[in-house]
């Protein structure tokens, strides 16, 4: 079992950036691929990006290609987020996510280990 803390959201204008982390507790996270998702107001859940248990492999929705970098540290047990060219689109709360599997050819599904989220705001 893992439990995670996002953190580093915030405000910023469109074309800026924020870099968000996720602190994992539990000594099997480097087993776990991770994921990103968000949930904009009024929206469903929506996958962001992922990347494999030991970092060598990333998967992005198409929205964030070129955006957004997903990034691990298994000795530090965390997975970061980082975010570019910010649009108001991309305002959510973000959550990180242990994900049951990975896959480089398609959004992964979620598992049930989510973290509390950080809300992300972009001003146009």
């Known amino acids: 079992q893992v439990q995670l803390v996002e953190s580093g959201g915030g405000l910023v204008q469109a074309g800026g950036s924020l870099r968000l982390s996720c602190a994992a507790s539990?000594?099997?996270?480097?087993?776990?691929?991770m994921g990103w998702f968000r949930q904009a107001p009024g929206k469903e859940r929506e996958f962001v990006a992922a990347?494999?248990?030991?970092?060598?492999?990333?998967y992005y929705r198409d929205s964030v290609k070129g955006r957004f970098t997903i990034s691990r540290d298994n000795a530090k047990n965390g997975v970061y987020l980082q975010m570019n060219s910010l649009k108001p689109e991309d305002t959510a709360v973000y959550y990180c996510?242990?994900?049951?599997?990975?896959?480089?050819?398609?959004?992964?599904?979620?598992?049930?280990?989510w973290g509390q989220g950080t809300q992300v705001t972009v001003s146009s």
């Open positions: 996510n242990a994900l049951t599997y990975y896959s480089n050819t398609h959004e992964t599904p979620p598992s049930s280990y």
């Open positions: 539990g000594r099997t996270f480097s087993s776990y691929a």
């Open positions: 990347i494999s248990w030991s970092g060598d492999s990333t």
